[in-house]
């Protein structure tokens, strides 16, 4: 009997084997393009099934498509709106390519107006017309069609790094890490392997108010699974996440992602930069959909490609999207996009967003490890006309109503969800908990921070910033820096920091040393900042230059153009009020008491009234200082050293007053200097972006001296500097009124994506213009007779720092940024004042900019 058994399950396994097999031999792979027969226009989103199955594929946006068919399954059918079904039948066994020519269906043309399938076009097309309707109803389908809306919001987001071989995930570094890695659908966005690193979840409740338009949400639960604040800015992180991945309003103009907008789909100039396709009709539900295939004209643009499912109820509203991108689409690190949009019919017949689901993934190449991050955010219980009082929308627009110390666990969450955790999702906040507990973790994230934010952290203090400790200068020569300062590990409430700076050629000792009181009990690098700040400098500084988001003795910028030899020594006392407010509001309120002293060649000489030339070896100067500055909506990174912002929509304003205070604390001069700054980013949708900054300034007094006016910000280096002038050389410039203009205007890359030769680089254009008028009045002015100190003059007496009353001082530039995805190269030219003597009328100058 076991003979017989044995002898039967051996058959059985034969005989399964050579189904496989015979199975295998009788299977098929077809590929090929499908066009139109008459005009060899390419046709996208053709339905391509295999009849009497459920079973089937489309084809893409150039018309491609491939299948693989097993028996008994060897013919297919090709249908698409407006054309004549065709069918094939595939020889088993046989790859092969089959290119379908897909003939008009003459008796639909009458019913769908079109004379034929020339050369696509927006007049007499069935699926424009049927997009204009959505574009004509749309505002009766958003949200601000109501008086009131109020609605429960609970979103995640979750971050993975993606695509893992797996020869990576078997590294011998990663043999303790394993219990890290989710196995997914190759075939997924991510790809098979993928390490969980960040999860983020927030329950909101939101209200809608249209007059006056206020949305306020109102945040009721907030969780996510943070890093050591010593390696990582939480809020930061979470805030830039945010950025990259803003709500999906498919109603609006322009969607915002990855920091760049994108025109809509029903944007109202849609069908100017959109191809429409009608490729079904859903009979299966009330009311039926259209659905409603767009691809962009020129697949390189910065435009959406997907399906709309389209309400044929006389509302013409969007009832579920599909977004994505081309591969062409100049949009950098991004190798794959998904956006999912859902809406539900409520009891008036409206449309309401019910869930959204926007899944990116960034690498740096088309292969290997990738991060993929996913936000998904759903909607329900709505309550429409409910009136609230005017009180619930006051105050900024998110507001936190939970206390942020009391932590809510699993159990509070998996009753407030609105949907479950995926599988992958479960266990990221355990992870990453224990990942820090990993020794070997802890110095890589140790070495990635000294890499990046320039600080080693030893526990109670940190050294750095390293691209300081080594620089040089012509008055200093070879300068060598070190520096540090305390953490909150030492105290929550106060911080030192220090430095101590050697040049070997002037061989002067520099130093610096603060002490900090936080009134917050915050770190004073946390938002939002009140503290108290006390400090003494001693150092070396070029006259006029404040430079933003660098150090000034940064080793970069050791590299200078031209005469580079007119510079100051400075003896600064300064103490300093901050008080930052959740509307982004802050003021800064400071007394400040400098001594400077020329170094180099730069000599300070007061004209006296009998004429004669007297060499001053320091000016003394006592000021009080007043910054306001409001910048709603504003989100940034707290970086180590400094904020970096994340650019959005919104202004910035900043208002700054000081004035001198002369015979206080040795004090010279008397003047109060009033300065004001506006910026700004206009998003042009598919033609890019501007930042617009305005500034101008005016100094009250007499008799002032030139140190104590607006040096002009110059740029001597071979780094592009965006608040300075790039041809302008040091100390070139002095007003006591001035106004100015900057302009960068950044196409993405609309211009260069119609040369195919460019456009396969993703080279972006770049266009810049600064302008500046100012002037010096004659109380100030030296030439005309003011009793203040010369202006300073070249070796051979010539003189080199001039004013603005001529005619405005005018550059501009014209680049190519995204060289690499990281650099911008420009040519600029300056077109004033050229005959200065050595200035540049021509420059190249290049910048590092990391965007998306």
Same mark, same amino acid.
């Given at each position: 009997m076991f003979k017989q058994a044995y002898i039967k399950w051996v058959l059985s396994i034969s005989i399964l084997f050579l189904g496989i097999a015979d199975a295998t031999?009788?299977?098929?792979? $077809?590929? *090929?393009?499908? +066009?139109?027969?008459?005009?060899?226009?390419?046709?996208?989103?053709? #339905?391509?099934?295999?009849? *009497?199955?459920?079973?089937? +594929?489309?084809?893409?946006?150039?018309?491609?498509?491939?299948?693989?068919?097993?028996?008994? &399954?060897?013919?297919?059918?090709?249908?698409?709106?407006?054309?004549?079904? $065709?069918?094939? +039948?595939i020889p088993q066994g046989t790859n092969q390519v089959q290119n379908i020519k897909m003939r008009v269906d003459a008796s639909m043309l009458k019913e769908i107006t079109v004379k034929g399938r020339a050369?696509?076009?927006?007049?007499?097309?069935?699926?424009?017309?049927?997009?204009?309707?959505?574009?004509?109803?749309?505002?009766?389908?958003?949200?601000?069609?109501?008086?009131?809306?109020?609605?429960?919001?609970?979103?995640?987001?979750?971050?993975? !790094?993606?695509?893992?071989?797996?020869?990576?995930?078997?590294?011998? $570094?990663?043999?303790?890490?394993q219990f890290l890695f989710n196995d997914q659908d190759s075939a997924a966005i991510g790809g098979k392997n993928m390490l969980p690193a960040y999860m983020e979840e927030k329950l909101s409740q939101v209200y809608f108010r249209k007059s006056p338009y206020t949305k306020k949400q109102w945040v009721k639960a907030n969780r996510r699974a943070e890093f050591d604040s010593k390696f990582v800015d939480n809020d930061g992180l979470s805030a830039y996440f945010n950025r990259l991945y803003e709500d999906i309003n498919i109603y609006k103009n322009d969607v915002s992602i990855a920091t760049n907008l994108l025109l809509s789909p029903i944007a109202n100039t849609a069908p100017t930069f959109y191809k429409f396709f009608i490729r079904d009709t859903v009979k299966t539900q009330e009311p039926w959909l259209i659905e409603l295939g767009f691809v962009p004209r020129n697949k390189t643009d910065m435009l959406f490609e997907g399906r709309l499912f389209i309400t044929l109820d006389g509302n013409y509203a969007v009832q579920n999207a599909y977004l994505t991108v081309n591969k062409d689409i100049n949009l950098n690190f991004m190798r794959d996009l998904e956006a999912r949009l859902e809406f539900e019919k409520s009891t008036d017949g409206r449309y309401h967003l019910s869930k959204t689901t926007l899944g990116m993934e960034f690498a740096l190449g088309d292969k290997g490890a990738g991060l993929y991050g996913q936000r998904t955010v759903n909607f329900k219980n709505y309550e429409i006309n409910k009136e609230q009082a005017d009180s619930l929308y006051r105050g900024p627009a998110q507001q936190i109503v939970f206390n942020p110390l009391e932590r809510k666990g699993e159990n509070y969450w998996a009753q407030v969800r609105h949907m479950p955790l995926d599988r992958s999702e479960k266990n990221i906040y355990r992870n990453v908990d224990t990942l820090q507990t990993i020794p070997s973790f802890r110095r890589t994230m140790d070495i990635t921070t000294l890499f990046l934010a320039g600080?080693?952290?030893?526990?109670?203090?940190?050294?750095?910033?390293? #691209?300081?400790?080594?620089?040089?200068?012509?008055?200093?020569?070879? =300068?060598?820096?070190?520096?540090?300062?305390? /953490? /909150?590990?030492?105290?929550?409430?106060?911080?030192?920091? +220090?430095y101590a700076a050697y040049g070997f050629k002037d061989e002067k000792w520099k130093y610096f040393l603060s002490g900090t009181y936080s009134l917050n009990n915050k770190s004073v690098y946390h938002f939002p900042l009140h503290y108290i700040r006390a400090s003494y400098q001693r150092d070396t500084k070029i006259p006029g230059q404040d430079l933003q988001f660098v150090q000034e003795d940064n080793f970069l910028l050791s590299f200078k153009r031209g005469d &580079?030899? =007119?510079?100051?020594?400075n003896d600064v006392y300064k103490l300093e009020y901050v008080r930052e407010f959740q509307n982004r509001f802050s003021y800064k309120l400071g007394f400040t008491q400098w001594a400077q002293s020329p170094a180099g060649i730069l000599r300070y000489e007061a004209?006296?009234?009998?004429?004669?030339?007297?060499?001053?070896? =320091?000016?003394?100067?006592?000021e009080v200082n007043v910054e306001l500055r409001y910048a709603p909506g504003e989100q940034f990174?707290?970086?180590?050293?400094?904020?970096?912002?994340?650019? &959005?929509?919104?202004?910035?304003?900043? !208002?700054?007053?000081?004035? *001198?205070?002369?015979?206080?604390l040795d004090g010279q001069t008397s003047y109060h200097n009033f300065n004001a700054n506006i910026t700004k980013r206009v998003y042009l949708s598919q033609f890019g972006f501007v930042d617009l900054t305005g500034e101008g300034g005016y100094i009250v007094g007499k008799n002032i001296p030139f140190p104590l006016l607006t040096i002009h910000r110059a740029n001597q280096t071979y780094a592009y500097q965006l608040n300075s002038y790039n041809l302008m050389n040091f100390l070139e410039f002095v007003s006591d009124h001035y106004a100015g203009l900057d302009v960068q205007y950044y196409m993405n890359g609309f211009l260069f994506n119609?040369?195919?030769?460019?456009?396969?680089?993703?080279?972006?254009?770049?266009?810049?213009?600064?302008?500046?008028?100012?002037? !010096?009045?004659?109380? #100030?002015?030296?030439?005309? *007779?003011?009793?203040?100190?010369?202006?300073?003059?070249?070796?051979?007496g010539k003189p080199i720092s001039y004013t603005l009353s001529r005619e405005p001082y005018i550059e501009g530039s014209v680049g190519v940024a995204n060289i690499f995805k990281l650099l911008r190269v420009d040519l600029v030219k300056r077109f004033t004042y050229l005959d200065n003597p050595n200035i540049s009328e021509w420059g190249i100058r290049a910048r590092f900019r990391l965007d998306f």
């Open positions: 031999a009788q299977s098929a792979t $077809v590929k *090929g393009v499908i +066009t139109d027969e008459k005009t060899g226009e390419t046709l996208p989103y053709v #339905n391509i099934v295999i009849p *009497g199955t459920t079973m089937g +594929t489309t084809s893409d946006v150039d018309g491609k498509y491939a299948m693989t068919l097993t028996a008994p &399954n060897f013919r297919i059918r090709f249908t698409y709106v407006g054309y004549e079904s $065709v069918e094939r +039948t050369k696509y076009r927006n007049r007499d097309n069935p699926a424009v017309q049927l997009i204009r309707q959505v574009i004509a109803n749309k505002d009766k389908n958003q949200m601000a069609n109501y008086d009131f809306v109020e609605y429960e919001q609970y979103e995640k987001m979750s971050f993975a !790094l993606s695509n893992l071989s797996d020869k990576f995930k078997d590294r011998k $570094v990663f043999k303790n890490y600080y080693k952290s030893f526990g109670k203090v940190e050294i750095g910033p390293v #691209n300081t400790f080594y620089s040089f200068n012509p008055v200093e020569g070879l =300068r060598l820096r070190f520096g540090g300062r305390t /953490t /909150t590990e030492l105290s929550k409430r106060v911080f030192f920091e +220090t &580079n030899n =007119r510079w100051l020594y004209v006296k009234p009998i004429g004669d030339v007297v060499n001053i070896e =320091r000016l003394r100067n006592t990174y707290q970086g180590k050293l400094y904020r970096t912002p994340i650019i &959005n929509k919104f202004p910035i304003f900043t !208002l700054r007053y000081n004035a *001198g205070l002369k015979g206080v119609k040369v195919p030769l460019l456009k396969k680089l993703k080279l972006r254009e770049v266009f810049s213009f600064k302008g500046l008028v100012g002037g !010096l009045r004659d109380e #100030n002015n030296p030439a005309n *007779g003011a009793s203040v100190f010369h202006f300073p003059v070249d070796q051979d």
